[in-house]
């Protein structure tokens, strides 16, 4: 039986990771080890100034799992180096609560689990669906739906393997599991947050603080995208790669004759 590490960035006691952790004990030995409080929005922070600890907790059904004063992708390098029984054979993060698209991806702590894990040559998959604050429907019947979507797709990735450096973005959208038409296969799409609100405020001392990271995105709906097929109630399975180089441009960047 394959071991499967299940890690987030909502938090160890995230509904969503329940969800895929008892879905995904149907197809493999599912380990979890997730950070103790949430780090949404972290991207692929690495603690590096301070030891980390790792200590048992127990999940709301019962069942044993780690978590950890580090961050999301400090999870995946821990099960990496063997910390927890065994070394994963694969890594699945999330469900996380809202969905990742976009430039979300670089944002993202869920994906960057994933991230990291091709980093340590362990296929990834992160996935995401909408924020439970964002439906007027139960949302367990939504997580149940992902984690399934996540358990079929597990399979597919352990029998098939990732290519090199490469990661699985899936995102669900946020509708009752029947409306969901289907799936497709997407790029990354643009999701622009260039009007982006920072709200200031003052506190008790008179001083200001601010607000950020409230205001809701506006996406361009490609087809062929990940924001694009979400919105038309399509599944999104994104290839991601580590490879951040901009290849279009490495021509006209050496007619600079910076070299
Ligand atoms: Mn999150």
């Known amino acids: 039986m394959p071991t499967i590490l299940v890690t987030n960035d909502d938090g160890v006691y995230s509904p969503g990771l329940l969800a895929l952790t008892q879905r995904l004990r149907n197809i493999g030995r599912v380990m979890v080890l997730a950070p103790e409080r949430n780090w949404s929005a972290s991207s692929h922070a690495k603690t590096m100034q301070q030891p980390v600890r790792v200590h048992p907790v127990v999940l709301q059904d019962g069942s044993e799992a780690f978590a950890t004063t580090g961050s999301p992708t ?18 699945v993060s999330g469900i996380n609560a809202g969905h990742n ?16 894990a091709a980093v ?21 019947v939504l997580l149940e739906k992902t984690a399934e979507i996540a358990a079929r797709i597990s399979r597919v990735v352990l029998a098939r393997g990732l290519p090199p450096d490469t990661l699985l973005n899936v995102n669900v959208p946020g509708a009752e599991p029947d409306a969901i038409k289907g799936m497709h296969i997407t790029r990354m799409g643009h999701r ?14 008179g001083v200001p603080y601010y607000w950020l990271g409230g205001s809701r995105p506006q996406d361009v709906l490609d087809d062929g995208t990940d924001v694009g097929a979400v919105a038309n109630g399509y599944v999104s399975v994104t290839p991601i790669t580590l490879d951040m180089t901009a290849y279009g441009f490495l021509d006209a960047l050496r007619e600079w004759k910076l070299e």
């Open 74 to 91: 400090d999870c995946v390098a821990l099960a990496a180096a063997g910390v927890l029984d065994a070394v994963p054979d694969l890594v």
């Open 120 to 140: 340590k040559r362990i296929p990834g998959i992160a996935m995401s669906t909408v924020h439970p604050l964002e439906v007027d429907f139960d949302i367990r």
């Open 192 to 205: 622009r947050y260039d009007a982006d609100e920072v709200i200031e405020r003052t506190d008790p001392y």
């Open 101 to 116: 698209m976009g430039i979300d991806i670089s944002y993202s702590g869920t994906v960057a689990c994933a991230k990291e």
